[in-house]
């Protein structure tokens, strides 16, 4: 750049100055790599759910049962593939803080309905044999450091006698892609059916349906649900993407409230650089005089403004982003599990570098204009 050592040397004239406002921009990028990986979380059942499954539940809540008697019937409907069942296990393994999602799952089916979450075929069918045997996921048997052969014991809710169940770790399986969920724990229904009250048997907690076609999706849900119409456990059945987001939004508008904060931080952080600029522009108007006496032309007086407004937003950008790659994965692993893995994507980075350099034009926008429309005779008659 033809100016360059023009521009670091205004840039380091007040090096306090520059240092804060370096640190307003780490902070606000900082704030939004985290909104931003925690809204990508919340919504990611959304985005990874597949366009040919469908989720039914009870019409009345999630937490009401469904009978197994159901699958049979979902099964023969025209259009649909297979049908797998889950329930919600929810124990404790060790202290209540180690929160994991724990799903009692149909051995037979789950493999071909959920086809992206991968067991190795010795270690499935070890699983199919063992009726204490489990499957990890990957990014569990990580965090408690468990290995295929090891036995745990996790203690059951309350509603199930809060007893001490046994378990191998006969698999651990490994999702496809980055963003796939290993934080599951898959155990055997035959299991479960045999050690829970007489009034938990023969019922589940939702069935997933794989569909032969995306495009037979609502048909498919239309025909579940008139199926056990006027029944005594009526269904809702929507696609896999609309129940990911139904689950999310029972938590509040989470996006909404994550935009507020983000507008916000952003405004500020406009406000703050724009008057940082403006106050530093007017300590140099004698010498933006000078520099426009000696021929620089307005274009380029604005262009320096505005390139010093650039580099603070670009270096505070790095800064913030890579403090927050540092960051995030120990917070993701200080929440134990609670939320599933937090991960800044390089999207995500560059979106927020993309916001860092908008709010630095715009910040240097106004005081440069004013820098370029300068008088030279007005300038100088202040000195």
Do not use: C
């Amino acid at each position: 750049m033809r100016f360059r050592r023009l521009v670091q040397a205004n840039l380091f004239r007040k090096k306090a100055r520059l240092l804060l406002t370096l640190g307003s921009f780490a902070v606000a990028l900082f704030l939004f790599a985290f909104l931003a990986v925690v809204r990508e979380a919340f919504t990611r059942g959304g985005t990874l759910a597949s366009a040919s499954r469908l989720v039914t539940i009870n019409r009345v809540s999630i937490i009401q049962p469904l009978p197994l008697s159901y699958r049979d019937k979902i099964a023969a409907l025209q259009g649909v593939e297979a049908v797998t069942h889950y329930n919600w296990f929810g124990g404790v393994y060790q202290d209540p803080k180690n929160f994991f999602p724990q799903f009692v799952i149909d051995p037979e089916n789950q493999r071909k309905v959920v086809p992206e979450l991968v067991v190795p075929d010795g270690q499935w069918n070890t699983f199919l044999k063992d009726q204490q045997g489990a499957i990890a996921g990957a990014r569990t048997a990580e965090r408690f450091g468990w290995k295929v052969g090891d036995r745990v014991s996790i203690k059951s809710p309350p509603y199930l006698g809060s007893q001490a169940w046994q378990f191998n770790i006969d698999g651990i399986y490994h999702g496809q892609k980055r963003t796939d969920d290993e934080s599951q724990f898959w155990l055997q229904w035959k299991y479960f059916e045999q050690n829970v009250p007489p009034s938990f048997k023969d019922m589940t907690g939702w069935y997933t349906v794989k569909l032969n076609s995306p495009d037979d999706a609502q048909r498919v849900a239309k025909a579940i649900d008139a199926e056990f119409a006027n029944s005594p456990y009526e269904t809702k059945t929507d696609t896999e993407s609309q129940f990911a987001a139904s689950w999310v939004n029972q938590m509040g508008n989470i996006k909404f409230l994550i935009l507020s904060i983000g507008s916000v931080v952003f405004f500020t952080l406009l406000l703050v650089t724009g008057n940082t600029m403006a106050i530093s522009v007017r300590e140099r108007t004698g010498e933006l005089a000078i520099l426009k006496a000696i021929g620089f032309k307005n274009g380029t007086v604005l262009l320096l403004v505005l390139a010093e407004a650039l580099v603070i937003a670009l270096a505070g950008a790095v800064l913030g982003l890579g403090l927050a790659t540092l960051a995030i994965p120990v917070l993701g692993a200080a929440l134990n599990g609670l939320l599933p893995n937090l991960i800044l994507s390089n999207s995500m980075m560059a979106v927020g570098v993309g916001f860092a350099l908008a709010t630095g034009v715009l910040s240097g926008l106004l005081p440069g204009i004013g820098a370029m429309r300068l008088r030279v005779v007005n300038a100088l008659r202040r000195i």
